[in-house]
């Protein structure tokens, strides 16, 4: 079993920033493939960026590329997630999520489906 800890969220103006962590604890950090959600209010979630096992391979969804970076630090068990420009439309609960990265991917590592484990969330507000 992991267990998932976000923190970082809170209330920020437009234009500004917040690093969101997640922490793990259980299994071996380092084999997980880790992934950011989100959802805001009365929207199904939706994929906002994911960093492989290995660390070598990250995606972002449209609306965040080249304004937000995830990273991880294995030796912190952590991953990070880099908001930087927010617009009110950030506005949502972030999730990490996290899958065993030597398991095969049935749809693709944007689907919400191919993560067993999840944190409980924290909320961004991006006020304008």
């Known amino acids: 079993q992991v267990q998932l800890v976000e923190s970082g969220g809170g209330l920020v103006q437009a234009g500004g920033s917040l690093r969101l962590s997640c922490a793990t604890a259980?299994?071996?950090?380092?084999?997980?493939?880790m992934g950011w959600f989100r959802q805001a209010p009365g929207k199904e979630r939706e994929f906002v960026a994911v960093?492989?096992?290995?660390?070598?391979?990250?995606s972002y969804a449209d609306d965040v590329k080249g304004r937000f970076t995830i990273s991880r630090d294995n030796a912190k068990n952590t991953v990070y997630l880099q908001m930087n420009s927010l617009k009110p439309e950030d506005t949502a609960v972030y999730y990490c999520?996290?899958?065993?990265?030597?398991?095969?991917?049935?749809?693709?590592?944007?689907?919400?489906?191919?993560?067993?484990?999840w944190g409980q969330g924290t909320q961004v507000t991006v006020s304008s």
């Open positions: 999520a996290a899958r065993d990265g030597t398991m095969p991917v049935i749809r693709a590592l944007s689907s919400g489906n191919e993560y067993p484990y």
């Open positions: 259980g299994r071996t950090f380092s084999r997980y493939t």
């Open positions: 960093i492989t096992w290995t660390g070598l391979s990250t």
